[in-house]
């Protein structure tokens, strides 16, 4: 991540789900997830997609990205969590089981040291 410049504190802008873009609120369920970066940050193309895992509480969401890849190009990895100004990703319980419904479908990617 250093090689890029993607230092802890840096929290580029994601859509959460590649697949349900601008879509709010967004339903997600817990298991595998694919962002896709905003915009182009640092030394890393917008597009590029976010792959992580997500897991449903009773009050929101919690997303760690351990991967990256630029469109067409390198897979490196990443220590990244979503959160929404600093805060976990709150949402309400969805209509099928271990899902959440989110407000808003994107969020900040906060680029981590590593996970405690």
């Known amino acids: 991540m250093r090689l890029l410049r993607l230092l802890p504190g840096v929290a580029p802008d994601v859509e959460i789900d590649a697949n349900q ?4 609120p967004l339903t997600v369920f817990a ?7 905003i915009r182009p940050m640092t030394n890393v193309a917008g597009g590029t997609r976010l792959y992580g895992w997500i897991w449903t509480t009773g009050r929101g969401v ?25 805060d976990e990703l709150a949402g309400t319980p969805g209509k099928w089981p271990n899902s959440v419904e989110l407000q808003s479908s994107s969020a900040l990617a906060f680029m ?5």
């Open 62 to 86: 919690v997303i760690r990205y351990y991967r990256a890849q630029e469109p067409g190009g390198d897979v490196f990895p990443i220590c990244a969590v979503a959160r929404r100004g600093g």
């Open 31 to 37: 298991g595998p997830i694919e962002s896709i970066l």
């Open 21 to 24: 873009i601008q879509r709010e």
């Open 112 to 116: 981590v040291e590593e996970f405690l």
